[in-house]
């Protein structure tokens, strides 16, 4: 890593940086859970499934899987000390969870080694105690200390101060399950019709194939070329990631039920084109005959050889077959292009993001070329 980087706060040496933890009240003590442990890693799941986000009504609240969290916090050389928790002293319940990942990140015309923060969660009978500030502290410690003085995050609700600011769209698949759950309604369209759901079925309905030739998933022998494609596609973009072949293969690489990658071959074995998305449930709180909504999100997509329409047809072809209730889309990179003509609804949720230590002119969401888990 870096040793010096110019960044707002000045010239800045490992040597200044604090050595010691940040002190906290005796009740609690700092936790370096291991993910990679069984029980470690139940304890964070169980933490973010009952305390993480939640949308404005309580309805919804992210339910990370196990194996998840495993691909989001362990991409190639991770460092398990950016990982970060508060437990209770007396019981080792973990109370308070950040984690930091290395990234490699394009900020204009530099080119950054950074800390990706996330999933910074505190437990809701604890949130008074200002433990989500000593988090950050501490979290930003621990990454200095490695010589890392930027960092990029995002976060649904508006802190000084975004660099940008995105919204989500939703792609409905399942909608009798979605209106079901309150996540969607019917459209005032079919509101008149005699039977508005089997209308609003009909206009959702996705074709039972794929319609680009040579589609298929994702394997290791295609690495070095995916990560040709989507080095020439990011670098178009102000922010954006800058990836190495075991970092393509970490965060491409079909994994069950986590993340989902299909490339387009031509006859000669060429790829051309590449769609990928990810897996993350929410729990729909109180809900006995539907617990549990299946969300895919749009992750990176390039298109050269067909319409990018088409390809993310193609994407919402294989989330209904592989029973998603709906399709998630950022309108960053060219993601506008396709959202109306492919029947996405605007959300009520926004993301921002964020740099720390680093000054970046605002840019629009086309602008953004990172997606964030």
């Known amino acids: ?49 009952e305390h993480y986000v939640e949308d404005d009504d309580s309805v919804f609240r992210f339910n990370y899987p196990r194996e998840f969290l495993i691909w989001a916090l362990t991409p190639p050389d991770w460092i398990p000390d950016w990982h970060v928790g508060i437990r209770i002293k ?147 973009f102000p922010l954006s990631p800058i990836l190495n072949e075991n970092e393509v293969k970490h965060w491409f690489l079909p994994r069950e039920g986590v993340i989902d990658s299909f490339v387009v071959a031509d006859d000669n074995g060429k790829i051309t084109d590449f769609l990928s998305f990810y897996t993350l449930p929410s729990t729909v709180i109180g809900n006995t005959k539907y617990p549990l909504l299946k969300a895919a999100y749009s992750y990176y997509n390039v298109a050269t050889t067909v319409p990018l329409t088409q390809l993310i047809l193609d994407a919402l072809v294989l989330a209904k077959q592989k029973d998603f209730d709906v399709f998630n889309a950022l309108d960053v990179m060219h993601n506008k292009s396709f959202l109306k003509d492919l029947k996405f609804g605007m959300g009520d949720g926004h993301l921002q993001y964020y740099l720390f230590n680093w000054r970046f002119a605002d840019i629009e969401p086309e602008g953004v070329g990172l997606v964030m888990l």
Not at 34 to 41: C, F, T
Not at 131 to 136: F, K, N, S
Not at 177 to 204: C, D, V, W
Request: proline letters at 8%; aromatic letters at 8%.
């Open 90 to 236: 007396s019981s080792g319940k973990i109370v308070g969870f950040i984690a930091g990942i290395p990234a490699h990140i394009k900020a204009r015309e530099a080119e950054l080694r950074m800390t990706e923060i996330n999933f910074l969660c505190v437990h809701k009978n604890v949130r008074s105690k200002r433990i989500a500030p000593v988090l950050i502290k501490e979290v930003t410690r621990r990454v200095n200390l490695t010589g890392v003085w930027q960092a990029v995050y995002t976060a649904g609700i508006v802190l000084p101060r975004p660099i940008a600011k995105c919204q989500y769209w939703h792609r409905s698949l399942n909608p009798q399950k979605l209106i079901n759950i309150g996540f969607s309604r019917i459209p005032p369209l079919f509101e008149k019709f005699q039977r508005p759901m089997e209308a609003t079925k009909r206009h959702y309905a996705v074709p039972a194939q794929t319609a680009t030739p040579g589609l298929r998933p994702m394997i290791e022998q295609d690495v070095p070329q995916v990560k040709e494609l989507m080095t020439t596609y990011l670098r178009q």
């Open 1 to 49: 890593y870096q040793r010096r980087v110019h960044g707002i706060e000045g010239e800045r040496v490992v040597e200044e940086v604090q050595k010691e933890p940040y002190k906290i009240p005796d009740a609690y003590e700092w936790f370096t859970p291991d993910v990679l442990n069984k029980d470690d890693l139940d304890s964070v799941y169980h933490l973010l499934a």
